[in-house]
């Protein structure tokens, strides 16, 4: 057997071609670092650069086609303008998941009819992953939400008043909020059952440390709980950034521009989240793999469920039940309420950055709902600025809050996420109805028909648990969601 008899069929996305050269390009990302008055240079590996294949290939009538190479022409043409990263079965290299780099070059000439050659760049695809400006952006976000504690943390003091005789609906009203919060974390999707009741009880503890005798006490506590929802996906160290000094405070009504330990934040511990494996309901102990959550991607399951979560605990909460509020804390319940709702859509945003999501429709969907909820809290800050706490139901007090800077805050985070979202998704697919053929009995056979991936059942199955019951039987001749890569 010669070399040539282990070549395989040359093909990208299932079209067919012939490879009369191809090169192979690898290496590491450095970069070589020069400083003045230094003799001594210093290379710095940025990691593994990526693949490259550059191939002259060519498509030619013969028996197989019937003389005719128009239609595998085609073919080839159509699958290199797909959008995103396709299977490249390569003579030399087997299968490969790449992508087009740049134009590829089609040639036919009447010299030499019945071929057409090309020239096309390919570059590794890899797995899906966030692109360089969407990391930089998440930095930048995280940034903006660190000085945006901070600023509405120094407002919330400042207006914040503890002369009441009696703060007991504050109070009530602080505790009931922090216990939505506490229930929408005890329910979410997509993580470790003993990560959410350690979140949970971090919650209690809180809840049990708090003192409305301080503004600083009042704004960590809600700092802390609210930015549970960040830990638990996995971005403990960043959030630790944010909780250990997140405030300035004022003695006798000077600011002392000194920062403080919150000491919320040392009770809230809480186990590295892990997602995958089976808690066992009666043993307590997980079987199957685990993977440790890194802070920079979120898991879908888990991202989505966060988004609603936090969503779902602004829209629905509710003074109904609290009955006639004094006047003398309306003020105070209402930066609550305001601080509560900011925070909570800091964490929301945090995550929603970092939210796997491989379905374009799927991120606008979230996306729109996110700022259809920043806008309505926005359009409620105006109307406390004019109005006072009964934009908000609280009482008879219309007194105006100055919360101009909670406004400007707001603001300058949606503005970047919303351009960070757009971003992010350049990099994810559409998705499409797909009639389920006769021939493809589950869902491991359509994740190798379509993806040539077998891992991609999973998905196949999340996106369709309505209309797919067992991952193993396929519902033939019915539609269902795929996505386009």
């Known amino acids: 057997m010669s070399w040539s008899d282990n070549l395989l069929e040359a093909s990208f996305r299932g079209a067919k071609f012939y490879v009369a050269s191809s090169s192979h390009q690898v290496g590491r990302r450095n970069q070589l670092h020069q ?3 230094r003799s001594q240079p210093y290379l710095q590996d940025m990691g593994k650069d990526a693949e490259v294949f550059v191939v002259e290939g060519y498509i030619i009538q013969s028996d197989a086609n019937f003389y005719d190479y128009f239609a595998e022409r085609d073919s080839l043409t159509e699958a290199m303008q797909k ?36 020239s096309v760049t390919f570059v590794e695809g890899g797995k899906r992953a966030f692109p360089i400006s969407i990391t930089e952006f998440i930095d930048k976000i995280d940034a903006a939400i660190n000085q945006a504690l901070d600023i509405v943390g120094d407002a919330f003091i400042a207006a914040y008043g503890t002369a009441e005789a009696y703060l007991d609906f504050t109070g009530n009203i602080l505790d009931s909020a922090l216990a939505i919060t506490q229930t929408g974390m005890s329910t979410l999707d997509g993580i470790a059952t003993k990560v959410k009741s350690e979140m949970t009880g971090n ?68 186990t590295i989240p892990v997602i995958g494996g089976v808690e066992g309901g009666y043993s307590g102990t997980t079987r199957g793999d685990v993977t440790e959550l890194d802070g920079i991607t ?26 006639l509020i004094p006047d003398s804390q309306a003020k105070n319940i209402a930066l609550v309420i305001d601080t509560n709702t900011f925070a909570i859509l800091m964490n929301v945003m945090m995550v929603a950055i970092r939210t796997d999501f491989f379905d374009k429709d799927e991120l606008f969907d979230h996306l729109d709902k996110i700022v259809e909820v920043i806008s309505d809290f926005m359009l409620r800050l105006g109307e406390e600025a004019a109005d006072g ?27 970047l996420f ?33 993806y040539e991936d077998l891992s991609r059942a999973d998905e196949i199955f999340k996106k369709n648990k309505m209309g797919i019951q067992h991952p193993g039987f396929m519902p033939s001749g019915d539609e269902i969601v795929i996505l386009d890569e």
Do not use: C
């Open 389 to 415: 706490p009964q934009a908000v139901g609280i009482g008879n007090s219309t007194e105006q809050i100055d919360n101009a800077d909670m406004f400007d805050q707001l603001d300058s985070v949606r503005k």
């Open 83 to 118: 959008e995103g990263s396709g299977v490249l079965i390569h003579p030399y290299y087997g299968t490969k998941k790449v992508g087009i780099m740049g134009k590829a070059s089609f040639n036919e000439s009447k010299n030499e009819g019945g071929i057409v050659r090309f």
């Open 418 to 450: 919303i351009t960070s979202m757009l971003i992010k998704a350049e990099g994810t697919v559409k998705s499409y109805n797909y009639k389920v053929p006769t021939d493809i009995s589950s869902a491991l056979v359509l994740a190798y028909d379509k």
């Open 298 to 323: 979120v898991p879908l399951t888990l991202g989505k469920s966060i988004i609603k979560t936090g969503l779902d605990s602004i829209t629905g909460f509710s003074l109904d039940e609290f009955g």
């Open 203 to 270: 919650i209690s503890k809180v809840i049990s440390l708090l003192t409305l005798a301080s503004g600083v006490s009042v704004y960590d506590a809600v700092v802390t709980v609210s930015f549970g929802f960040a830990v638990a996906s996995g971005m403990g160290k960043n959030v630790s950034l944010f909780l250990n000094s997140v405030v300035s405070s004022i003695n006798n009504g000077i600011n002392t521009k000194a920062k403080l330990s919150n000491e919320y934040a040392e009770a809230f511990t809480v």
């Open 35 to 37: 400083y003045a008055n």
